[in-house]
């Protein structure tokens, strides 16, 4: 893969600089940053703002979250028109100062108005940290790389979160210098000004599409929702359980951090997954998604909670970047960016709507368990597996023909 000369990247239409290559990662790197700095000082802004009121702080972490997806959506649009990069620096610039303006901040109002800001840059950016792999790559080479970007989305995240706990037991301000990082992807982002992406080659699945296409879109949105959903119940109620067990506090942190990690493995060789299930991607991960929601909503303890939390995140890892890929077969080169903004947003609608799903069927059933969730879930997956089996040639749910034909 490494020419060692001029160390070279192969690309599947031609090759680019590893400089190039670390550009790209540094935006997967950023992604998932959002949010990361607020959660470990939830507890404590009462402490540090005596007048602050619960809506205040329920906008503090709910407002830039929302601000995130028309911003998503609004970047692929753009993207089809307009230089990539130049968005991308916009982006990254608007959410570096952000986050440094954040180290400064004195109010809850300004706060709440810089998060926001923040989220807007976060959200031009966001779609591009695959939308940039998809422009450089084609084929395998793609599938690879979608993996990696996963991978290091996922343990910048793990990373970040412990980094941001240390930080906020020393001083408030910060964990908000997570928000920096994306300065390292801003200086990095112009050496991609130098480097066009090659032309796709001829026999690509993307040069058959003149636009995207709509009903392959409408189908990766809802699977990736629905399964985006379904794991969230681990990094949301976990804890609620832990609690319940009588299991000590700090093991939940631990539980989500092993979550993320797991999430993250698959995206390091999902190109020899995909080469060994084939078809079945989904099923199989569908069942170990299943499998880990029910052991952790069964069992009280320890070992077989870990074992639980690895089994989802392992499932959702593998799904995740075949998503992503499926995503960008589906829309002629231009469009890619577009067609992956919409199933990205998913993401972010799961995370919003997650705990209001859960507390709708909880008054359903008439019902207060904190082991709900996991059941309910496990249930929704069993089903959708079940579906999953008998469709493996579908599109959305397994592997068709063309999605070989790369």
Known sequence: MLKSQAMKINTG???????????????SAIASLPGLAISPILGDLNKVFPKVTDLEIQ???????????????????????????????????IFFLSGVACLFARSMTWLIVISCILGIGAGMVIPLSTGLVVDYFTGDYRVRQLGYSSAINNLTLV????????LADVDWHLPFLVYTLPGISLALSFFLKGRRSD?????????????????????????????????????????FLIDDYKIDSSFSGVLISLFFLAIMLPGLFIDRIIGLLKRNVNLVSLGLVCAGLLCVGIFRGKAMLVVGALLTGFGYGVMQPVVYDKA????PPRSATLALSFVMAMNYLAVMVCPFIVDLFRHLFHTHSDRFPFFFNAALVFVVALVTWRRRGNFTLGLDESYYKS
Do not use: C, N
Not at 159 to 166: K, L, P
Not at 328 to 331: L, N, P
């Open 199 to 239: 032309p796709q080659p001829e026999q690509s699945i993307q040069l058959r599409h003149k636009r995207i296409d709509r009903g392959k879109l409408a189908g990766l949105m809802l699977f990736y929702f629905f399964v985006t959903y379904a794991v969230l119940a681990v990094a949301f109620y976990a804890s």
């Open 328 to 331: 960008a077969t589906i829309a």
């Open 59 to 93: 906008m503090l972490t709910s407002l830039p979250s929302l601000l995130i997806i028309p911003f998503v959506l609004l970047s692929g649009k753009l993207s089809e028109g307009r230089d990539k990069l130049t968005i991308l620096i916009v982006g990254l610039s």
């Open 159 to 166: 990373i970040a979160t412990v980094v941001t706990g240390y």
């Open 13 to 27: 239409k031609g090759s680019v600089s590893l400089v190039v290559l670390l550009a790209i990662w540094s935006v």
